[in-house]
């Protein structure tokens, strides 16, 4: 079933054209990727989808009643108090309704026989829509969403919004459109504001909704897991492809070899003919070359495929001295904001030419401790600094390096006072920025330009450490590209935080791992890191389903009925009774056998030597071990108590 149909849509905005000639379809459960540049019409097409602008050319059809929820930059979440109403959007509305429901049913009750039709009909409407709207699921749906994205339910009840940053407010934004009751979810940058396994659940949660999604995203690895078809904005149009995101780079590739195959076969034929016509226009063959002529003027020009080197950034990282070997020397630091400690007993050395993941959850303390090497923040204790003839260049989340009350010529002209007009302007426009845009100041600029003119400052400082705070959020996939291939080829040092899986999978050779308030320091690649966390993964998974099982157990325990045996039954409960305690024993050995093997596979210190990896596949192998003796223990156990309260009431 198509849900939205999109034909030769195109939008002007005065003289400027932001597309045109869009064309295609969604079905109904299909999860679209939208890419491109920024500027290149990728929000613009999400007010099409809605209705809230409409095209200069073209059609754009939804069937009548869908039902569509956005996920913009900015979010606005109404009259909601707490941060669980303001979640739950406009489900809210159920609450209401069930405490109306709840009125109206004690309403009843008192009437009694004196109830009237209209009394009964009005509970009976909105009891149908309660059980319709999903009112018996909503707050499991809500919790379950909240703690996905890093929310604690119980607490968000009573949590007023005045209390989150703009980070959570952006992952409550997230919230509310996942649990609404929506049809199509269009979801603009959903992981800007995600730490890694907050975007793993996202990835999750997505995959496996029924819903029709279509997300504008340039994380490279969260495409590739959710999406099933790309629509690619480029050259002032679009074109969609079927199959997930690595199927459209393959297919993007085979398309742009065509295209310029076929490009320079037509400029082939161009320039012979008009040989022909050159050598041919005055001689005898002045009438077939006058035709020539004629029908090489109609000819309609193939254009040549879009370079992505033409649209990218012209970044380039070097440096203005080696430095010393040790970057950075940390000494038993401790460090803590507003008297909540962050990180604590931290010992490590950063050496010249390292390029280091740093990842952890959001507010866990990495922005911090980036700003405490830059001596912006001062540590709680130890010994936290910086190695001889060592230059950092701070790219930070917030972009608050860029000032906001000047133009981009006087940025670039502070930090180059000796260049001349030309030179500002060409590197200006190396990062996209031509002409009179220039002169534009920097507070007018959005996310994704702020973002290049941080870049470019930062390519100035000819740093030989670089601190990254998310430098990917609000880039456009070919810049993040570009980067990328800038970092690749830097010969500095590198404290990259990110959760940017393809970036920290192509380019981190260290990882740190803030959990708990201590820093892991692995000593292998991202991917490297990846599989080990995916063992520790599976430990807790398996953890859980026998921590259910033992649920399982105490609750048959405690509704277990006293047995009244007869004289003819005694024995045989008593013999029962002896085996429902020896499973219970057993399973309660199992039980801290479990958890002991969980404790050590989910410790990062473990995965941090061969030695270690080689115990954690060992102790894998023991826990998959005790787990199938107590699913024969718990099986035991059921048995004998089946048995036994079978017998009580005979």
């Known amino acids: 079933m198509t849900q939205i149909s999109i034909s030769n849509a195109g939008v002007e905005f005065g003289a400027t054209k932001v597309f045109q000639g869009i064309t295609f379809t969604v079905a109904r459960g299909e999860h679209w990727g939208i890419v491109g540049r920024n500027g290149s019409g990728k929000t613009t097409l999400f007010r099409l989808i809605t209705g809230a602008q409409q095209p200069t050319e073209g059609v754009v ?3 009548p009643g869908l039902r569509y929820t956005v996920l913009e930059q900015h979010r606005d979440f109404g009259d909601a108090a707490t941060v669980w109403e303001a979640g739950a959007g406009e489900l809210a509305e159920l609450l209401g309704l069930e405490r109306a429901l709840a009125s109206q049913a004690e309403a009843l009750a008192g009437a009694g026989e004196a109830a ?16 319709r709207e999903g009112g018996y699921t909503l ?11 890093g929310f604690d339910p119980e607490r968000a009840r009573t949590q007023s919004l005045d209390q989150l940053s703009g980070g959570e407010r952006g992952r ?5 459109q996942l649990v609404s009751a929506a049809d199509v979810l269009l979801l603009d940058e959903p992981t800007n504001h995600l730490d890694l396994e907050t975007t793993r659940w996202l990835e999750e949660y997505l995959r496996g909704t029924d819903k029709t999604v279509l997300l504008i995203s340039h994380d490279r690895a969260f495409l590739a897991k959710v999406a099933d078809h790309i629509l690619h904005l480029e050259g002032g149009t679009a074109i969609p492809y079927a199959g997930g995101y690595e199927s459209f780079i393959t297919q993007r590739e085979e398309r742009r070899l065509s295209q310029q195959r076929t490009f320079d076969k037509q400029r082939k034929l161009i320039a012979s003919e008009e040989d022909y016509i050159r050598r041919n226009i005055a001689g005898q063959n002045s009438r077939q070359a006058k035709g020539r002529r ?3 003027s109609r000819l309609p020009r193939l254009s040549g495929p879009l370079s992505e080197d033409a649209s990218a950034m012209g970044l380039a990282l070097d440096l203005s001295e080696r430095g010393g070997d040790q970057v950075a020397i940390v000494r038993g630091v401790k460090l803590g904001v507003d008297g909540r400690t962050l990180i604590e007993d931290l010992t490590t050395t950063i050496q010249r030419g390292d390029i280091i993941g740093f990842i952890g959850p959001n507010g866990s303390g990495k922005s911090t401790f980036l700003r405490a090497l830059m001596g912006e923040h001062p540590v709680s204790d130890g010994e936290l600094r910086l190695g001889g003839s060592i230059q950092p260049s701070y790219y930070r989340q917030d972009m608050a390096q860029v000032p906001r009350d000047r133009s981009l010529y006087e940025v670039i002209s502070e930090l180059r006072p000796r260049w001349e007009r030309r ?9 996209g920025f031509s002409g009179d845009e220039a002169q534009r100041r920097a507070d007018s600029l959005s996310g994704g330009e702020q973002a290049r003119v941080a870049l470019a400052m930062m390519v100035l400082s000819r740093a030989n450490f670089l601190l990254l705070d998310e430098p990917t959020n609000h880039l456009d996939i070919e810049s993040v590209e570009a980067l990328e291939d800038a970092l690749e080829n830097y010969e500095g040092t590198i404290l990259l935080v990110s959760h940017d899986r393809a970036m920290l999978e192509n380019l981190v050779s260290r990882v740190w791992v803030l959990h708990d308030r201590r820093i892991t320091d692995f000593p292998g690649s991202f991917a490297e890191w990846e599989e080990r966390s995916r063992e520790r993964e599976h430990a807790a998974a398996v953890a859980a389903a026998e921590q259910e099982s033992l649920r399982r157990v105490k609750e048959r325990k405690a509704t277990r009925r006293r047995e009244s045996a007869t004289d003819e039954n005694r024995v045989a409960l008593r013999e029962l009774r002896r085996r429902v305690e020896a499973a219970e024993s057993e399973i309660s050995a199992l039980e801290e056998k479990i958890a002991q ?11 941090t030597t061969r030695e270690g990896t080689e115990k954690s596949l060992a ?12 699913d024969t223990a718990f099986a035991n156990w059921t048995a004998a108590t089946e048995q036994a309260e079978q017998l009580s009431t005979t």
């Open 61 to 63: 059809s939804r069937p």
């Open 116 to 131: 009237t039709p209209q009394m009964l009909a009005k509970y009976d409407r909105d009891l149908e829509r309660f059980e």
């Open 139 to 149: 707050a499991p749906r809500v919790d379950a969403v909240l703690q996905g994205l």
């Open 172 to 176: 409550l934004g997230l919230a509310r």
């Open 294 to 296: 004629k029908r090489l």
């Open 423 to 431: 030179q500002i302007q060409g590197h200006l426009a190396k990062f």
């Open 597 to 607: 093997l969980t404790a050590l596979l989910e410790d990062p210190q473990l995965y």
């Open 619 to 630: 102790a894998g192998k023991e826990l998959e071990e005790t787990k199938r003796k107590l």
